[in-house]
């Protein structure tokens, strides 16, 4: 049998695990024969440190080995990956970008972060305020909201199967991307080797994280997809005909990325594709989830001159809270300002917040943040856990807030236990059984994240950090106590740790006779009750002021325990529970801002109409268009009203809640998307068909959305990817209003030989143009696509659609074709003067010498041959209607 401690094994499964005696044949394989005598084990000269942020990592998790002649007594155990038995991997990947990014262009070639690598970005890269332009009217980069994605991931055999290659078990290493290529010269042999993966890398080891940002968890980075890595997007070429430089696999294939086709569900959050692991399909994902900022961190919460404000530049400009109104100077004074400030650190902390003119900041009592209570507190590595848990809470992700949860309970259930992967780059058991570790959990983002034990007396000592939950002994790769005994422990003190893995501990964790120090206090906090925990707190605190703010005695309650053992002091709680008390508001923010994925745009769909205008349970995305933002309107009808009176919009989406009359109004333009099944909206164009005074040249698309025959064989919310080499431009401002850039972006691709379709960009007007057998998105915000020209037998199928419209209410047939009759006759009337008057210029034109050449061509008729005898269609722009 397996004999924890040698360094060589005589069992019967020692050849699948490479760790057989070298003299196994002789002694081993006959019955009755003495094992030899394994050599002496000393004991690591130095305790094993976790691998560096970058570092390549270990297998992921196996699946049980196939069964083998050993003797019942041994279950099988794991060590290296079975790579042909992998499983899918469920994991979810945020991102902080501008809402009209979300799912615009395919992630590939990208970088994404886990939940808490999300938010220390957020707060580190964009928002102190004594760094940034006082004159910008966004976030950096535009940034509004935040992102979840559910992917599936399934790494190839080939890169599952090598032990230096692995990271965080189920991946490979981590790629930095800029601008879709790879900046790490020294990696395209990688991808040369192994192709198609996705990487990852820890954000910190030992939790020596970010200096800025310190955390009590290990947060991490994912790189996605290797499109043609080696060169930026804009010079790949469509994957039908990649460019000549992508880089080539083993095979001579050129790197195709691993998004599996059809691999981006847009109708659904959960990800329809199964990944095989094979060239070309290593991973799929699912429509985003969205969290507005502005929602998450209170802003839509403050009062801005007698209402509440509506985003973040409405904020920056009218909030009413004087003490918003500060920043910091470069030499740390506190300086007033004329605009709302979300955040700002003082100038000693924005750098690290371990030096010490930082450190002195904080312990002195002086102001150290400003801003928005959210985001006080960024060196603060329990304040910075609390804004990871309220992140979660506002995704929905189940024990957010009351379990300490930031892992989706679903994708935890179907994960595989993580890989022990023993002797490979990223081990998950202890080289010697009864050592602290390193044992994996995928507690803090679903990935194999590495901790140890601590106070355990084989070491090492200090146990390297995060430490493991206190569960890990009831995982199933860990639950085998022959492989797995759990540690001897330094003593039985709970301040040690290890003893409250075991139930071993000496002392009383009731929490009504749990002695009042930090002995009392860790035992309490490993019952992992938030109610147990405020009984305890509430004995130790009596007399304290603060325990008359309820709320905030049970927050400060929920967040001194863990599922691991805690590392801070009952003093440090104590006086945290006092800070808290002192501020204004509650300590967390419940906020429910989550988009749930909506259901694709059905055609001929909506919700049921309403006065035969508007539809019940629909709206249109982005919510407020481009220099608008939303207002508390008395009904449905002044929302349309608001909307016919602004320039450039031609929808509404009016939020109504139950028993009240007024609601919010938000205002689209022509390229906002239909969301059906947007409950308690009611939507509508910004005039009903029956109101509009000149519609002869209108058809609706779908949805009220009447627009000019021109565009009727465009598809809304549609893009079409990847864009052909250098075949995108930006359509100017004054080159025309968008309706006409989308007209001008469809003539470029008429132009354009290989040109299969165009998408337009709104609302920088990026027209992109696209060759054959690119992918097409769908439900994508601010864009617009459509073939080389429409062709007339579309426009005859919307004419007929158009003529056979539902007579409306109170409207006779009769009287209404003999109202578009009279039009007609009107309008063929004005033609034919017209006419006259276009051939008396053109006949005096060519009588009279004087006129040049030019003056001629402008006077003629548009339908007018020339000399050569042909059309001129620069003066066709609208002869086909």
């Not at 805690?566 to 709680?573: Q, R």
């Not at 349970?617 to 207002?631: E, I, K, N, R, Y």
């Amino acid at each position: 049998r397996f004999t924890p401690g040698r360094s060589c094994q005589c069992n019967g499964q020692c050849h699948t695990f490479n760790d057989c005696c070298p003299d196994y044949d002789k002694h081993c394989g006959a019955p009755g024969q003495a094992p030899p005598a394994a050599p002496p084990v000393a004991p690591p000269a130095a305790p094993p440190a976790a691998p560096p942020a970058a570092a390549p990592a270990a297998a992921p998790m196996a699946p049980s080995l196939p069964a083998t002649p050993a003797p019942a007594v041994e279950p099988p155990r794991q060590v290296l990956y079975d790579a042909k038995a992998g499983a899918v991997l469920n994991i979810d990947m945020f991102r902080a970008m501008a809402s009209s990014a979300v799912d615009l262009h395919p992630i590939e070639d990208d970088d994404t972060a886990d939940l808490g690598g999300v938010v220390k970005y957020i707060h580190t890269e964009l928002l102190t305020e004594h760094l940034a332009d006082p004159l910008r009217t966004t976030r950096k980069y535009g940034i509004d909201v935040l992102t979840r994605h559910r992917f599936k991931i399934r790494n190839s055999d080939k890169a599952l199967a090598d032990g230096t290659f692995q990271a965080l078990g189920e991946f490979g290493q981590f790629v930095t991307f800029d601008w879709g290529q790879a900046t790490n010269a020294a990696q395209m042999s990688l991808f040369a080797q192994f192709g198609d993966f996705v990487g990852a890398q820890m954000g910190c080891a030992d939790l020596k994280c970010d200096v800025r940002w310190p955390s009590e968890i290990p947060y991490a980075w994912f790189s996605i997809g290797n499109w043609c890595p080696n060169l930026p997007w804009d010079k790949k070429g469509p994957k039908s005909s990649p460019s000549a430089g992508c880089v080539r696999d083993a095979s001579g294939s050129v790197v195709r990325g691993g998004l599996c086709p059809n691999g981006f569900d847009s109708s659904s959050f959960i990800p329809g594709v199964e990944p095989s692991g094979t060239p070309g399909c290593v991973y799929s994902y699912g429509k985003a989830e969205v969290v507005r900022l502005d929602d998450l961190v209170g802003i839509t919460e403050q009062d801005c001159n007698g209402r509440k404000c509506e985003n973040w530049l409405h904020f920056r400009h009218n909030c009413s809270d004087p003490r918003l109104r500060r920043k910091f100077s470069p030499t740390g004074e506190v300086v007033p300002t004329n605009f709302c400030v979300e955040f700002d650190i003082h100038p000693a902390c924005e750098a690290t917040c371990d030096s010490a003119d930082c450190k002195a900041v904080v312990a002195s009592g002086r102001e150290a943040y400003l801003g928005l209570p959210w985001w006080s507190g960024r060196c603060d590595r329990r304040a910075n856990f609390r804004r990871m848990e309220q992140v979660a809470a506002a995704f929905g992700i189940g024990g957010a807030l009351t379990a300490h949860g930031l892992v989706d309970p679903a994708t935890l259930s179907s994960a595989a236990p993580c890989p022990r992967s023993k002797g490979t780059s990223w081990a998950c058991a202890p080289e010697i059984a009864g050592m602290a570790g390193p044992m994996c959990t995928r507690t803090w983002n679903g990935a194999c994240q590495q901790c140890y034990i601590p106070g355990v007396k084989n070491g090492p000592s200090p146990a390297p950090r995060p430490w493991c939950p206190l569960d890990i002994f009831s995982y199933p790769n860990y639950a085998d106590k022959r492989d797995f005994p759990i540690p001897d422990c330094v003593s039985k003190k709970p301040t040690d740790g290890c003893c409250l893995y075991s139930g071993t501990c000496e002392g009383s964790s009731d929490p009504q006779q749990a002695t009042l120090d930090d002995s009392g206090f860790m035992l309490v906090a490993a019952r992992r009750n938030t109610a147990d925990m405020e009984v305890f707190l509430r004995r130790a605190a009596q007399g304290r002021p603060a325990l008359g703010n309820a709320e905030v005695v049970k927050w400060v309650s929920y967040f001194s325990w863990d599922n691991m053992p805690i590392w801070w002091s009952l003093d440090k709680v104590l006086n945290e529970l006092n800070e808290l008390a002192a501020m204004k508001g509650s300590p967390v923010t419940i906020t429910q801002t989550k988009t749930v994925p909506l259901p694709l745009l059905q055609s001929g769909g909506g919700g049921t109409t309403h006065n035969g205008c508007y539809e019940l349970a629909m709206s249109f995305m982005p919510l407020d268009m481009q220099g608008t933002v939303g207002s508390i309107e008395v009904s449905a009808e002044a929302c349309q009203d608001r909307c016919a009176k602004q320039p450039s919009c031609r929808h509404f989406s009016f939020m109504q809640s139950p028993g009240i009359a007024s609601g919010f109004c938000h205002l689209q333009d022509l390229f906002a998307t239909p969301q059906p099944g947007s409950v308690g909206y009611v939507a509508g164009p910004n005039e009903c068909w029956e109101d509009l005074k000149d519609k002869f040249d209108l058809v609706d698309v779908g949805h009220k959305t009447y627009v000019s025959s021109d565009l009727v064989c465009m598809e809304w919310g549609v893009v079409y990817s990847p864009p052909m080499a250098g075949a995108s431009r930006v359509i100017a401002q004054a080159d025309g209003s968008d309706e006409q850039a989308v007209l001008q972006c469809q003539q470029s691709c008429h132009g354009t030989p290989g040109c299969s379709h165009f998408t337009l960009a709104l609302p920088s007007r990026t027209c992109s143009l696209i060759g054959a057998g690119a992918m097409k998105m769908v439900n994508i915000m601010d864009s617009i696509s459509g073939p080389p020209q429409c062709h007339k037998a579309a426009k005859q199928a919307f004419y007929r659609r158009f003529e056979l419209r539902p007579t409306p209410v109170g409207m006779s047939f009769t009287v209404r074709a003999h109202a578009e009759v009279a039009r007609g006759v009107v309008g063929c009337a004005v033609g034919l003067i017209v006419v006259a008057a276009c051939a008396a210029i053109l006949k005096v034109s060519r009588a009279s010498p004087p006129f040049s050449r030019d003056v001629t061509r402008a006077s003629r008729c548009p339908w007018q041959a020339n000399e050569a005898g042909e059309a001129d269609d620069a003066l066709l722009p609208r002869m086909d209607t």
